[in-house]
């Protein structure tokens, strides 16, 4: 019995070495997954836009711009807190062609849209993983993917497919001002507000990550107001204690205790006066 569980491990772990989509490795996204409906900003004049939502980013990249994978495919990844690469989780996938046509997927089969609204099916836009990269097969060399990828907590940390300049909305109503609260690395270059979130911009980001972390308007206020309390304490236990010392030095000289030594050091040492 022990053999055969032996025997049936160490099929997993060759199955999971060959690098092909296994237990070992991220799931791609079903095929409903990635006909899941969004929006993108497929007219920016930007190498990559990206916007930052609550539990997720979109992202649109100029595929001419970019720095992973061959001339038929771009690579996408993320890295866990260990550092190791693993595949990025990519959702709603869509590739525009520099005349509008769109080829995304609908209702889980491969599918072009012409700017007219007609539709064809494609064998374009195939997904692939290994253990560490996404694969994207691109319909073609030039023209914008997109896509949109999970997110967690008050950071992104982004590994950038394509070189050039680069816009991020980060959520509404936050900031990344206040270096205290936040981390925006590399330094963006210039900074815009557009309605209720700030744009942070890259004119040439050539960099192996990106990380932006943010905080909430709100937190400046709670922050704040838990400077004022500090302070408001500091000041009332500095008042505190300076009494007392004031008290003591009082109880001292009421019983004579309170001695003045200088003139005593500024005479001869004892037995030489």
Do not use: H
């Given at each position: 019995m022990n053999r055969r569980l032996l025997a049936a491990v160490a099929v997993l772990v060759m199955f999971g070495l060959a690098g092909c989509t296994t237990i070992f490795g991220?799931?791609?996204?079903?095929?409903?997954?990635?006909?899941?409906?969004a929006d993108y900003n497929f007219d920016t004049d930007r190498d990559a836009y990206i916007v930052v939502n609550r539990n997720n980013y979109t992202a649109v990249y100029d595929i001419s711009a970019k720095v992973t994978g061959d001339n038929e495919t771009i690579q996408l990844y993320r890295t866990d807190a260990l550092s190791i690469e693993r595949p990025l989780e990519?959702?709603?996938?869509?590739?525009r062609y520099p005349n509008g046509t769109v080829v995304k997927y609908v209702d889980g089969e491969q599918t072009r849209v012409y700017p007219n609204g007609t539709t064809e099916p494609t064998d374009a836009l195939a997904v692939d993983n290994t253990r560490e990269r996404?694969?994207?097969?691109?319909?073609?060399?030039?023209?914008?993917?997109?896509?949109?990828?999970?997110?967690?907590?008050?950071q992104l940390t982004i590994e950038p497919p394509v070189n050039g300049s680069y816009e991020l909305a980060l959520p509404p109503n936050t900031d990344t001002?206040?270096?205290?609260?936040?981390?925006?690395?590399p330094s963006?270059?210039?900074?815009?507000?557009?309605g209720d979130r700030v744009h942070l911009i890259w004119e040439q980001l050539d960099t192996s990550v990106l990380i932006v972390r943010w905080y909430l308007d709100r937190d400046i206020v709670l922050f704040g107001g838990l400077a004022i309390i500090a302070?408001?304490?500091?000041?009332?236990?500095?008042?505190?204690?300076?009494?007392?010392?004031?008290?003591?030095?009082?109880?001292?000289?009421?019983?004579?205790?309170?001695?003045?030594?200088?003139d005593d050091r500024e005479g001869p040492p004892p037995g030489m006066r």
């Open positions: 991220a799931d791609v996204g079903t095929p409903d997954d990635l006909s899941q409906a990519v959702r709603a996938l869509q590739f996404t694969i994207v097969e691109l319909p073609a060399e030039e023209g914008q993917l997109a896509f949109t990828a999970p997110k967690n907590g008050k001002s206040i270096p205290l609260l936040s981390q925006v690395r963006n270059d210039d900074r815009t507000q557009v302070t408001i304490v500091g000041a009332i236990g500095s008042v505190y204690y300076y009494r007392q010392i004031r008290r003591a030095r009082q109880r001292r000289e009421e019983e004579g205790f309170d001695i003045d030594y200088d």
